[in-house]
């Protein structure tokens, strides 16, 4: 039989996920070729310990290369053009050419978007600023700590309320809460509003039992970075010591450029069998668009980046080698809330339900934290 080759596009969540179980299910002369342009994998909700002085920077990303050793070969680079229609693809100048096409190039961010963000720093979506927001943090006495979601879409609905609670406990650890406000501006109405109003309601009752306030239906429009000053498109301004931002999201250059980018650059598929309009291209992960009957789009999450990757790699192993079945994404999704002191909520259900998703928040408490660390170890366990 021919040999076959699957490129995966980006060493993500989606993408180390697909190429994995691909390599597992492809005949062993078939290639698998992984292209990421950087040098380690992150564990991206580790960020959240990171910038709450649980982890350092090395727990949470790992190099790429033990893939290299199951026989995924790793090519790093930056993608700079994409054709579905011929499954090729331009990395650093070169063209690779594959069988079908796994593009999993998840969401850039573009703080340059707000004027004076990108200078301020306070990007924990970032190893470097969620360190750094940990530094300034860890240090401040009194004042002011602003969480800011500037713009929609983001990754991970939950972060932010979660970065806000993970600081409120670290200042409470450090003796200094009561001389210090926390604060959190957000862009959207309500935290994770796709879950439903009563998963937004539990977020709003465990942020404000600690005593952070909530400004929703509030977007960013410019930072004074030496004036340590916010303001908002309602007109609203505000003042910070420490900021911790989620900052604009855009889906990545190469893929705004090509035809697999709808009008808002984002790009369709199927929502079940993940394949774009292109036969043998599909894409999963943060880089889609996945429209629901309430008339928001699927979240931008991990779980979902997984569980995508998982059909898609059953799909083509069927397609191209006849092994098992095609398999569908069934819109199931699960999250963590890390609550600070060690404990954590804990939400799930399924998001492709109609007319509105279907998701319960169970009771919060110390189990769910104990289980997202499992997940942690799991993680680096299972892939690495
Ligand atoms: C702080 C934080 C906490 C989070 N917590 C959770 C959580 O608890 N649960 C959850 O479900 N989700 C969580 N998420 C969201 C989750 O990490 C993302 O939804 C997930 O990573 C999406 O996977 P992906 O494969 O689509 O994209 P990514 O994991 O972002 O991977 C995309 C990859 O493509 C690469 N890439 C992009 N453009 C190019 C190019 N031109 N050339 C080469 N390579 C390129 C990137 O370098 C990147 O490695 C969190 C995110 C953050 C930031």
């Given at each position: ?112 978007r707000v004027p004076g963000l990108a200078e301020t720093g306070g990007n924990f979506y970032t190893v470097d600023g969620a360190k750094q927001v ?18 929609v879409p983001f990754k991970c609905p939950a972060a932010p309320y979660e970065a806000a609670m993970l600081l409120e406990g670290l200042l409470r ?212």
């Open positions: 039989m021919d040999k076959r080759t699957v490129l995966v596009l980006g060493g993500g969540v989606g993408g180390l996920v697909a190429a994995s179980v691909l390599r597992r299910e492809l005949a062993p002369e078939d290639r698998v070729v992984l292209v990421e342009r950087a040098s380690k994998h992150t564990f991206w909700p580790s960020l959240l310990w990171l910038m709450s002085g649980s982890r350092k920077a090395e727990q949470v990303q790992r190099d790429l290369e033990p893939l290299a050793r199951r026989g995924i070969e790793v090519r790093h680079g930056e993608i700079t053009e994409i054709d579905p229609e011929r499954r090729r693809v331009v990395v650093g100048g070169e063209e690779l050419t594959g069988d079908a096409l796994v593009v999993s190039l998840g969401a850039d961010l573009v703080p340059e940990y530094d300034q943090a860890s240090s401040l006495q009194a004042g002011r700590v602003a969480v800011v979601v500037a713009d650890r450090r003796k200094v809460r009561d001389q210090v406000t926390v604060t959190v501006y957000a862009a959207e109405p309500a935290p994770m509003g796709v879950a439903g109003p009563e998963v937004s309601r539990g977020v709003v009752e465990l942020v404000r039992q600690r005593g952070i306030e909530y400004c929703p239906s509030t977007k960013l429009t410019r930072v004074d970075a030496s004036g340590k000053r916010l303001y908002f498109d309602t007109g609203a301004e505000a003042e910070f010591d420490v900021l911790a931002v989620v900052p604009p999201h855009a889906a990545p250059e190469a893929v705004r450029n090509s035809p697999l980018a709808g009008p808002n650059g984002w790009i369709p598929m199927d929502p079940a069998t993940c394949e774009t309009r292109f036969e043998n291209v599909f894409a999963i992960g943060d880089v889609t668009t996945v429209p629901l009957k309430l008339g928001k789009p699927l979240p931008k999450a991990g779980v979902f980046a997984h569980g995508q990757a998982e059909a898609v790699a059953h799909t083509l192993a069927a397609r191209l080698r006849g092994r098992g079945k095609e398999q569908k994404f069934d819109g199931h999704g699960e999250c963590f809330i890390e609550m600070g002191g060690g404990a954590a909520g804990f939400a799930r259900g399924n998001f492709y339900a109609e007319p509105a998703p279907q998701v319960q928040m169970y009771r919060a408490g110390r189990h769910w934290h104990a289980a997202k660390v499992a997940f942690e170890r799991n993680w680096w366990r299972t892939w690495f």
